[in-house]
Structure formats: structure tokens, C-alpha cells
């Protein structure tokens, strides 16, 4: 069974070709056309899947223009308080995480290394064999008539086993807690949390226009 490419990587592909001459089948340029197409009904969705596609500072810039319309459009719809200056930061951080979505400490992996797992467990004291009390000058009691604790455990019978290593784990990311995304800044979280939610909905809008400009099975990611 052949692998079909996905829409994102022929666009991709497309979009980074030397070669956009027309042919009598299924081309760069008929992709980079249904692109284009798709841009008409989904402008936002469009500038922000070129961005994903190509990174180039001109994509990007659209791509932040974007985000700010989107972020207008919800603020208007959820009657946020906005400044220009909360607005350039929830589409700037939006942006950030939509583009760059992996956990800069543990690079999208979730953890960061392996880690020795040593439960720490009790054990019967050894000098005083569990009860609690010891006789250092041959009374078990003192003056006062009160037992002697034992030096070793304290008087509490238990002492704590050095710990042995019995199994090894993932050592999970303290950042991103085993998600592998960037963590969402504190600052405005909700707000762009709800932002790149609708990025990445319009995205796969566009990605799904090309598909079926291009009439094509492929999966759009």
C-alpha cells in the first residue's frame, strides 16, 4: 500500500519548490493554487498555515496579523478589557505557541532524563529488636521510673532502611509536566489559551479547503 503524503507536507513541499511550471498531472503549482483559493474564504486560517509551512519573516508577519484579528474577534465576543498593549501580547504569545509548540527544556519529549525511583522504607530496630527501649546501663528505666528510649531509633522501634533502587522511570519534565508543549505563559493564560485554540481551528479549516480544492484523501494534520 503506497503512503499518501499529508496536505501539510505537499504544501510544504510546494511551497519550497524551484519548480512551479504546470504539468498535465497533479503539480506544485495546482496545490499552491488551491492555497490561494482557500485564502479567499479563510484568510486567517490561510496566513497562519503559511507561516507553519514556509517560517519565512513575511509569512510570519501576516501570521501575527492574524492572531490579532482573532484575538479582536473574541475580546469583542467574550467582552474582554483590551488595551493594545494586552492585545500585542496574548497574539504575540499565541502566536509563539502556535509556531512553536514543543517545551523548550525537555524539546517536546515530556521528560527530561531518567530517574532512579528508591523507596524509602522502615525496618524492626536492630539494638533495641523492636521495643522501643534499651538497657546502655543495665536498667530498663529510669530514675523516674520512665523507660530508657533506645539512642538508635529514638524510642519509636522502627528505624529507616537506606533506600535500594528497584526500578528506573522517565524523569518528568518539571516545566511542561509530561505534555511536551510549551507551557502557556500566567499572564493572560486564559485568554490565550482560548487565541490559539481558534488558530489552530482555522488552520486546519484552510488545510481542509485545499483538500477538497484538490479533491485529494490525504489527512490533513
Known sequence: MIHEKTILERLSGAKNSSDLSHKPTRCDVDYMGALGAAGIKHKHGSSLLDADLSQSREDVTKAYKAAEGIVRILAGKR???????KLRIIATQALR????????HCHGRGYTGVETVKPETLTPCPDCRDKGSKEPTGRAVSASGLPIPCPTCNGKRYVKKPPEPTH???KVCSHCHGSGKRPVPPQYNREIRDVLAVMESK???AGLAVKRQMGSRMEVE
Not at 505557541?97 to 523548550?104: D, F, M, R, S
Open 97 to 104: 505557541l502556535y509556531l512553536i509548540p514543543a517545551c523548550p
Open 168 to 170: 528506573y522511570a522517565p
Open 79 to 85: 467582552r474582554w478589557i483590551m488595551t493594545p498593549q
Open 203 to 205: 488552520r486546519r479549516a
